[in-house]
């Protein structure tokens, strides 16, 4: 079982918290380049299987993606948990995801809090944008992938904490209905 998402990293400042009692001026790029991970992150031992590019996700690239997953798929039966993004309900994309044999689970519309990989998303954006200069849309793309590689040995630790399984429920809810 994976949580299925992309992460569209874009070069420009993110900044943290910042007071000062005189101005401070802070060297910041902008730009409007996109980093783009199509990522997968495996619901219990955390295994993360990306594609990464600069232009767009698309049918083509969650094809190419896909195709990972085909090694997997001849072992046991593999299952992704997936947003409703419009480019994963395309002919082309359920067609190859029917032939290997790769069940996909929709979730519902606007519940990102349901998909464990929008935590990881988080973590990346804290660790690799939130109040760091790069000083060309290279060097931000290799800390962003640097960071993705060292999921399973320097960040593991954070990571296994904050990729749990637990998700908020509510019992004994009212409905309210109009």
């Known amino acids: 079982m994976f949580y299925v998402d992309a992460a569209h990293f874009v070069f420009n400042p993110l900044l943290g918290?910042?007071?000062?009692f005189v101005r401070l001026f802070l060297p910041a790029e902008s730009g409007r380049q996109r980093f783009n991970v199509l990522g997968a992150l495996q619901a219990v031992s955390h295994e993360l299987v990306t594609v990464v590019n600069d232009t767009y996700i698309n049918a083509e690239s969650v094809c190419e993606w896909l195709w990972c997953?085909?090694?997997l798929a001849l072992e046991k039966p593999v299952t992704l948990i997936l947003d409703n993004a419009r480019y994963q309900h395309g002919?082309?994309?359920?067609?190859l995801a029917d032939l290997l044999q790769i069940?996909?689970?929709?979730?519902?519309?606007?519940?990102?809090?349901l998909n464990l990989i929008e935590?990881?998303?988080?973590?990346?954006?804290?660790?690799?944008?939130?109040?760091?200069?790069?000083?060309d849309f290279e060097a931000m793309k290799a800390a962003i992938m640097q960071c993705l590689s060292q999921?399973?040995?320097v960040h593991k630790e954070q990571l296994?904490?904050?990729?749990?399984?637990?998700?908020?429920?509510?019992?004994?809810i009212a409905s309210i209905t109009v």
């Not at 918290?17 to 000062?20: A, D, K, N, P, R």
């Not at 069940?103 to 809090?113: D, G």
């Not at 296994?160 to 004994?172: G, H, P, V």
């Open 103 to 113: 069940e996909w689970l929709f979730l519902p519309a606007y519940s990102p809090n």
């Open 17 to 20: 918290y910042l007071w000062s």
């Open 151 to 153: 999921t399973d040995t």
């Open 91 to 95: 002919a082309l994309v359920q067609e």
């Open 119 to 135: 935590r990881l998303w988080k973590f990346v954006k804290k660790q690799c944008l939130y109040s760091h200069y790069y000083p």
């Open 69 to 71: 997953f085909a090694p």
């Open 160 to 172: 296994d904490s904050l990729l749990t399984l637990r998700f908020q429920t509510f019992k004994n």
